[in-house]
């Protein structure tokens, strides 16, 4: 893992307040969107099909941060949309990291040099960018269905790099992923310099344009076996080490949906990040009226069936982590030895 | 992809073999403005983004087509809802592009620029 030690011991300080208060059902990360409107239209993204009227529409920072301070996770991640076509981003950034949150604004990065140069932000222990990547050069471009994405994004972040800024990569892989090629793209990421990488199984949206590469679950352990089972030591993944294991079929894990709740100009988003099935008015309300028995695996849930993604699963792999003896024990020894 | 694609143009016809709850969870899944005939007489369009069955009033809820709202009206007061706006998850996008994709491999010539899709939103 490639966390910087304050922030692991933030999350695991926060969890451990969590058990000792007898929370069954606790946040761990915000997902934040301020807007669903992109510069970008992805084959596999089903997250910003609106008409022209919610594309235009805005959270107030004022909103955020009351989302923020509503559900107290100490870590708020801000997705889309894009977020840097938020008015707001910089000042958003700003008085999250004021409030010691860690944030990670989830970024295409093609407007990530042009912001930079404007002075939107600031370089903090607390924010790092975390910039969409679903591969080398000729994948990420097909996957955003527009060449010269990898080349803006990479100019990107060399510029946040150069400034100081943390900087982390998320990739989500599709049917057809290429281990070799992959594990190219982590050689050439830590060659940049980046801090971490997160990696993660596209979710089946039933609303993205291309539904033919969708991962199913077996399919995408062979796939995540293949890429990690001999990782180099010097990959830095940014996210539980468990999680990884998990995708590679070594753990068996249940969902945990309100773990990354999401907060968006509808309000908060029952059950996950992924499903939309009605929206509720405030976090309390979130929790105690989801009928989440309906929702994970265990559930026969067919929309839950292969779902695999970190939004689901990190929480639980990180609850794991602290919840018992074996799962502390897996994750130090995966963290030390460098192997899943 | 969805049955968004038969939605497009719908204009239901509430009745013993289409409850209007049915009608309402299609224009909850759809991705594009719908139309509110409510039993004034009067319409509302826009994007509805959620309802609830199961609350002891029954409702939905829409940001109209200026994105004010959200605007709750209970289930009693609407007559029928009719599916008026373009189905936006309709994928044309991502199919121009990969005609476009398509084109340019079977020309064997650099696509560098011809296939980008349009930006979202506005």
């Known amino acids: 893992m490639s966390l910087p030690v304050s922030q692991m011991w933030a999350v695991a300080s926060y969890v451990v307040r969590q058990k000792l208060a007898g929370r069954k059902r606790y946040p761990l990360v915000l997902m934040l969107e301020p807007l669903f409107r992109c510069n970008l239209a992805c084959a596999g993204c089903g997250k910003i099909q609106y008409p022209a009227q919610i594309l235009r529409k805005n959270l107030t920072v004022e909103q955020c941060l009351a989302a923020a301070d509503e559900c107290g996770t100490p870590v708020v991640s801000i997705p889309g949309g894009e977020p840097l076509m938020y008015p707001d981003i910089g000042r958003l950034v700003k008085e999250l990291v004021a409030r010691r949150k860690y944030v990670y604004l989830c970024t295409n990065a093609i407007l990530l040099k042009e912001k930079l140069e404007a002075g939107l932000f600031t370089p903090s222990k607390y924010f790092s960018f975390s910039v969409h990547l679903d591969g080398l050069q000729d994948e990420h471009d097909q996957a955003v269905c527009r060449d010269g994405v990898y080349v803006q994004a990479v100019e990107g972040i060399k510029e946040a790099l150069r400034r100081g800024f943390r900087v982390t990569t998320n990739s989500t892989l599709f049917d057809g992923a290429s281990p070799l090629r992959m594990r190219e793209f982590f050689d050439e990421m830590m060659d940049l310099g980046v801090e971490g990488m997160m990696i993660s199984p596209g979710y089946s949206y039933s609303k993205a344009p291309d539904q033919e590469h969708f991962l199913r679950t077996q399919r995408a352990h062979d796939l995540f076996s293949r890429i990690l089972s001999n990782p180099k030591r010097r990959w830095r993944f940014n996210q539980s080490p468990l999680f990884l294991q998990f995708l590679m079929g070594k753990q068996e894990f249940e969902c945990t949906p309100w773990g990354n709740p999401t907060y968006n100009v509808f309000g908060w988003q029952r059950p996950c990040y992924l499903l939309q099935e009605g929206y509720a008015a405030t976090f309390q309300e979130l929790l105690e009226t989801t009928r989440w028995e309906n929702y994970g695996k265990r559930s026969g849930n067919e929309k839950c069936r292969d779902c695999m993604v970190h939004c689901g699963y990190e929480p639980t792999a990180v609850n794991h982590t602290f919840g018992s003896w074996r799962g502390f024990r897996d994750t130090v020894a995966a963290t030390v030895s460098g192997r899943f | ?122």
Do not use: C
Not at chain 2, 71 to 92: K, P, V, W
Not at chain 2, 95 to 100: E, H, P, S
């Open chain 2, 1 to 122: 992809m969805t049955d968004g694609a038969i939605l497009e143009g719908w204009i239901p016809e509430i009745g013993p073999r289409l409850s209007l709850a049915e009608v309402v969870e299609k224009a909850f899944d759809y991705r594009g403005n719908v139309t509110l005939i409510l039993n004034d007489g009067s319409e509302t369009e826009g994007y509805l983004f959620n309802r609830n069955a199961d609350a002891p009033v029954p409702f939905v809820q829409l940001f109209d087509v200026n994105g004010a709202g959200p605007h709750t009206i209970s289930y009693r007061e609407i007559r029928t809802i009719r599916f008026t706006g373009r189905d936006t998850a309709a994928g044309n996008s991502y199919a121009a592009w990969l005609r476009a994709k398509e084109a340019a491999k079977a020309a064997d010539r650099p696509e560098k620029g011809s296939g980008s899709t349009p930006p979202r939103g506005v």
